[in-house]
């Protein structure tokens, strides 16, 4: 197979819009696939590199939320075959390592560092322009209209799945649902809190109903993601631009929660979310940090066994997980349609970001479809 032409949104540098421009893929190697993408979401983690916070590889293709359908497949590729849908996975878990040997495949060693350093398992991308290469973000590079991806990064769904609500599972609905049950592993009627209600964080919420939980209050600045909140499945609501969170969230549930997420990504709620943990709690951190950036935390609380951890991917076993995910959607238990506030051209996807980060969407898509 050849090399293909695709138009593909790249990022270059911090505070510049990305540019959509034509591209070379590759065709894929041993255990790679082309896919050609149907949907990608647009995620705050994309917006982390467009401003600066986090680093990435330049030039790179971003989006790490997508679905599709398989295209053509490279050598020695057993799972998948060409016509099949696909969601893509960011952690394109290697199977061999220490971490999956131990059943954490969102911790695989082999697939973190290809995120770190924008290319697939090999350490080399497969776009290229003008024969300099051109990276892609968690070995996927969604905001293209095909790319090529490793195996592990196919998960294969039933096609009667809408493609396009697939993609969500990629990232916002598998890393928030899943940091509630397989991360904090939520029990029947605890109560939970969730700093920050965008897309990752709404998926928190719904997670915690789905868990069961008791009280799920959600934690935002703005009203209207509050009222969504509500609708998937939150109890109470808690507008921190009017009122202190931890005092709220301390009110609400006698002494703090039982479980409090934090999906923002910065000290000050990270710090916030610990706070309104009660007494032997856990405390979730979903958000990704500016690169540097520090928490401090009362000592003392160590006494009362507080625990607090990260969640990475929602702890993805990405072929059970995205599965059983869309089961959930088709029996009509788990809302992505609710999640979709609008469909993006790739030429929109400059305002795409813009509009999440105005905070106005739960999430919107760039659709190819
Ligand atoms: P999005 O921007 O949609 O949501 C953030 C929400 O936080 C918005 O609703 C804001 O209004 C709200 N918010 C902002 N400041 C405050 C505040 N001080 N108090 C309360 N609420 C506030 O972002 P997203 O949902 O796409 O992503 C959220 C974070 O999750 C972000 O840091 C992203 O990088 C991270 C993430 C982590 C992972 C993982 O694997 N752990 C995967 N994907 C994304
Ligand atoms: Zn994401």
Not at 14 to 28: F, I, N, T, Y
Not at 234 to 253: F, G, K
Not at 355 to 366: D, K, N, P, Q, T
């Amino acid at each position: 197979m050849e090399e293909v032409q695709v138009k593909a949104a790249v990022f270059y540098r911090p505070h510049e819009p990305l540019a959509v421009e034509e591209l070379e893929l590759e065709a894929p190697r041993q255990g790679e696939v082309l896919v050609r993408v149907a949907a990608c979401g647009v995620c705050h983690s994309d917006l982390h590199f467009i401003e600066g916070l986090v680093p990435i590889a330049s030039p790179s293709v971003l989006g790490h939320e997508a679905a599709g359908v398989v295209e053509a497949v490279g050598p020695g590729v057993e799972s998948v075959r060409p016509g099949d849908h696909v969601v893509l996975s960011f952690i394109p878990a290697c199977g061999r390592c220490p971490y999956c040997a131990v059943g954490r495949p969102n911790l695989c060693t082999v697939a973190n560092r290809a995120m770190s350093r924008g290319t697939m398992l090999d350490g080399t991308p497969r776009f290229s322009r003008q024969g300099s290469p051109v990276y892609q973000m968690g070995a996927i590079g969604g905001f293209a209209t095909r790319t090529v991806v490793p195996e592990a990064g196919c998960v294969k769904i039933r096609e009667d799945m809408p493609l396009d609500r697939a993609a969500l599972l990629g990232c916002g609905v598998m890393t928030g649902v899943g940091a509630v049950i397989n991360t904090a592993r939520v029990q029947a009627g605890s109560d939970v809190a969730v700093v920050g209600c965008g897309g990752v964080g709404l998926n928190v919420v719904q997670g915690a109903a789905l868990a069961g939980a008791g009280r799920i209050i959600a934690v935002d600045i703005l009203p209207h993601k509050l009222e969504l909140a509500r609708q998937f499945g939150a109890t109470h609501t808690v507008d921190a631009s009017r009122e202190d969170p931890v005092a709220a969230v301390r009110q609400i549930a006698a002494g703090g929660v039982d479980y409090a997420f934090e999906v923002i990504g910065r000290p000050e709620t990270i710090r916030q979310a610990f706070d309104m943990t009660r007494r032997g709690g856990l405390t979730v951190v979903v958000g990704v940090a500016p690169a540097g950036a520090e928490v401090s935390l009362p000592a003392g609380a160590f006494l009362t066994e507080k625990t607090i951890t990260g969640s990475a991917y929602g702890g993805a076993r990405m072929s059970v997980d995205v599965p059983r995910l869309v089961e959930l959607y088709l029996a009509g238990r788990l809302k992505l349609d609710e999640l979709i506030s609008r469909r993006y051209p790739l030429e929109g996807i400059n305002d795409a970001f813009e509009a999440l980060r105005r905070g106005e969407v739960a999430r919107s898509i760039v659709s190819f479809l």
